[in-house]
């Protein structure tokens, strides 16, 4: 089943002097089954982070059009769109952007607070979300009090608890060691056998490695896109390294 479809996106953007015009996004048409795990990357002022926005509802196209799961975006009322992200996207973001006077327990039921759920719903989600990322024993810490990895797990945590259609991750490693990054991954690679949809824009060929399918953005339109079908992750590695080489060179991948 199909969860979301982008069909010929296109964002400008008019500068302040000058009045220029940048055409950040020309055409960007694609679509990502339920349960799926897609990578989106390319060199930047590709436009992978305008697309990102635009899927996240946090900007709006100047033509084409956005549909999530039988939705068009461009139907949701401005006033409604903070609720509609909340019941239906996760966020996992660079910089984790939890509360540090929060402590892990209360930035990750946040969403659900502002939804308006009740302290028992609240309670019966949080520790099986929290178990599955390994932060069961620290939720009452504070983000200051944990690793980097740790505050990603959370911030993972956050977005998983409101049973989100799709978790938008914008470069979710950026900000991790390696060790604190491939722990991620694996979480990210064991969320989606239970069957989440995952849409991760990274410029780490490793993360991308994890994913089912690879998107490659190049002015402002997909150009190209690799699926890993048997592949290993070292084997995928290798075929979205090859791939980005092309893309270096400004040749035709095949």
Request: charged share 25%; aromatic share 6%; proline share 2%.
């Amino acid at each position: 089943m199909t969860i979301l479809e982008v069909k010929d996106l296109k964002k400008t953007y008019t500068t302040r002097l000058g009045g220029n015009q940048v055409q950040a996004l020309k055409g960007v048409t694609f679509s990502a089954e339920e349960g799926e795990y897609v990578a989106i990357m390319g060199e930047s002022g590709s436009g992978k982070t305008t697309l990102l926005n635009i899927l996240a509802a946090l900007d709006k196209p100047t033509g084409g059009s956005v549909t999530l799961d039988g939705k068009h975006l461009s139907e949701v009322k401005d006033a409604a769109l903070a609720s509609f992200r909340r019941e239906n996207l996760g966020f996992v973001f660079q910089e984790f952007n939890l509360l540090d006077t929060f402590s892990l327990k209360d930035n990750i039921l946040l969403p659900l607070v502002l939804s308006g759920k009740s302290v028992s719903e609240m309670k019966t989600r949080l520790l099986p979300v929290a178990e599955s990322l390994g932060i069961g024993d620290i939720l009452n810490k504070y983000p200051y009090e944990v690793s980097g990895g740790q505050k990603q797990r959370a911030a993972a945590a956050r977005a998983l608890i409101t049973h989100p259609k799709i978790i938008l991750a914008d470069e979710p490693t950026g900000a991790l060691d390696s060790q604190s990054a491939s722990d991620l991954l694996r979480v990210f690679e064991k969320i989606n056998r239970e069957g989440q949809t995952i849409l991760m824009v990274t410029h780490s060929t490793d993360a991308a490695s994890h994913a089912g399918r690879v998107l490659f953005i190049r002015d402002g339109v997909v150009f190209h896109q690799i699926y890993k079908g048997n592949c290993s992750n070292e084997q995928f590695y290798q075929k979205i390294s090859d791939t980005l080489t092309m893309l270096k060179k400004g040749g035709e991948v095949k």
